[in-house]
């Protein structure tokens, strides 16, 4: 059953967060729509521009609707990911899409507001969340010193001002995390005094992490072992830090480069250990098992497993 983000958040907001997963194939949908099973957890499809060019808009929209054909019982939002204003309409306009993210987060404050509040009033005449940012995400560097680092990080007042203002139904925050496999350069972690002073600003007001995959040491080491060179300094999230997160009101975890790291530590070991096979559908097989394997523990963490009848009971 498709719902929106809204609808899942009612529910999830200081008691767990909804594990957003980015997907590009075949491979990771029944992959993500199988381990959400085996966990009993509601969740998020999303899907970034990137995707939407390399599958193209109408495969990678049917692989989503086949996946929910093949596991009827999930619960979970359709979400525009990292979307500019155009891509917002069109997902808007499709009647596909049950949330989309608007980030105009490089834009200046007054823009942001602005664009998110077009956005805002559009996808709510049809009844879609949306998703804003504000604050500037990565770029956590050792040679910045602390007060630029923290500069960047998303203002609470601001954060309040932007969310009375623009419409928004949630709102990613600059927290500490950035994208990809190499955040905390050095030894820093999510900013925890910064979280709880914007939940003081706009309690009960589902906040989105950006940047969370925990690129665990075991997935960079097989993947070295078997030929790849990932840098050595690649690192995450510590996911035990998810439930004081969740807790100061971080309701909705962004993950890709997790699901991207287990692809590439899946297929690199098969074809060193296989070197004369090329049926892709073997190193396929093993794909699909790891990643709902993945998203299966990846729940646990986020507090989601479980809440799927609850969630039902919220939602019908
Ligand atoms: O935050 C962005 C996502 O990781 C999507 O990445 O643009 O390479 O598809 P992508
Ligand atoms: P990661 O690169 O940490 O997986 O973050 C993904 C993300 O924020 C997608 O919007
Ligand atoms: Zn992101």
Redesign the pocket.
Known sequence: MIVTTDDLFRQAYGKYAVGAY?I?NMEQAIGLFEGNARAEAPFIVQI????RD?AGVIMIENIILAAEKMYPDNIFAVHL??GDEKTCYDCIESGFYSSVMIDASHESFDENVAITQRISSKAHEKGISVEAELGMLGGVEEDINIDEKHAMLTDPDEAKEFVNMSGCDSLAVAIGTS??AYKFAGGQGLHFERIGAIQKRIPNFPLVM??SSSVPKSEVDRINAAGGALDESARGVDEDEFARAIRLGVTKV?I??DGRLVWTRVHREFFNDHPEVFDFRKPGVIMIEEYARFIEQKSTKLMSAGKLRDMRASVS
């Open positions: 980015n590009n970034a521009k990137g995707s390399y990911d990292h994208h990809g950006h940047g962004n890709d480069t």
